[in-house]
């Protein structure tokens, strides 16, 4: 598959790292564009791919052109491709925010998917949810999913709106889990533990936790009872959770990012 990457800031070299992993593209299929040139170079080294001296430049012949720039930066790469892109060419946008109609109407180009990845999708443990205009072709559908695919786990959904539900759960959802990381593990400092022991206990709890879960196949709140025996140590923390409103207050800023996500997308 020949691909185009407009940015290749960090998203873009993990979805680069990623397709040639998966041996979806070769290098030669490769081509970035970013306005940083020593971020180019490096990306040439590292993986022999082409570099493009401009936006317009690193179109030509890609089935599918990544857009990987910050969304601030979007209006200006609009400007540059807009109306520069073939019928038969697939445009990935991983901005967050900016809607397939944004996106449509600014590159006047009708083939557009819009995907929310996340963090972990650096080290191919990724989840992105996407959607697509209906001009996107089964062939091109089958492409973009392979493409998020190869970052981990992708979900197809049609309702555009969930993407911005999807930016409040698992987009923004590894800070939840980092901020839960770091006061645990601040936690388990103050009652004695050295540093290095806390930090290996609450990462080896956080993904043991989550493999048992997903391996299990069992509803989380039966996982939770099995840990919690009356009167027992887990109980006396639950409870302590429960009277600070622990799920109450993770709902409110469930809402409070989805709010946001919604925002900026206007
Ligand atoms: N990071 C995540 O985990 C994550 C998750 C989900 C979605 N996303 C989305 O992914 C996108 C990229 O994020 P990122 O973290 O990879 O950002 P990033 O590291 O800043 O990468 C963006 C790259 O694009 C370059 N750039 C800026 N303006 C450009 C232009 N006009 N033409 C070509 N290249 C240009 C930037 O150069 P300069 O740095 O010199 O400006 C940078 O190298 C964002 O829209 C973000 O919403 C990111």
Redesign the pocket.
């Given at each position: 598959m020949k691909i185009a990457f407009?940015?290749?800031?960090?998203?873009?070299r993990a979805m680069l790292s990623a397709v040639l992993d998966r041996n979806l593209s070769t290098p030669g299929d490769i081509a970035v564009?970013?306005?940083?040139a020593a971020?180019l170079k490096q990306l040439e080294r590292e993986f022999g791919i082409r570099t493009a001296g401009s936006?317009p430049d690193a179109l030509s012949g890609g089935d599918v052109v990544i857009l990987?720039?910050?969304?601030q930066?979007l209006a200006?790469?609009m400007a540059?491709i807009g109306g520069l892109l073939e019928t038969g060419q697939l445009v990935l946008s991983?901005?967050?925010g900016k809607k397939l109609d944004t996106l449509r109407h600014g590159l006047g180009h009708d083939a557009v998917v819009r995907a929310?990845?996340?963090?972990p999708?650096?080290i191919g443990r990724g989840v992105t949810v996407w959607t697509a205009t209906s001009q996107v072709s089964g062939k091109q559908q089958t492409q973009a999913a392979a493409v998020l695919g190869a970052m981990g786990s992708e979900i197809y959904v049609v309702d555009e709106g969930y993407l911005d539900m999807a930016t409040a759960v698992s987009?923004s959802g590894p800070a939840y889990l980092f901020l839960f990381m770091e006061a645990l593990t601040s936690a388990a400092v103050d009652i004695g533990l050295p540093l290095d022991i806390a930090r290996e206990l609450v990462l080896e709890t956080v993904i043991g936790s989550a493999e048992f879960a997903r391996k299990s196949g069992g509803e989380l709140v039966g996982l939770r009872k099995m840990v919690t025996s009356s009167g027992g140590t887990t109980a006396a923390a639950l409870d302590v959770l429960e009277q600070g409103r622990f799920a109450g207050l993770l709902k409110n800023a469930v809402a409070a990012a989805y709010d946001k996500a919604r925002e900026l997308g206007g």
């Open positions: 407009i940015g290749g800031g960090n998203m873009g564009s970013d306005v940083s971020r936006n990987a720039v910050k969304p930066n200006d790469v540059e991983i901005i967050a929310m990845p996340n963090t999708a650096q987009g």
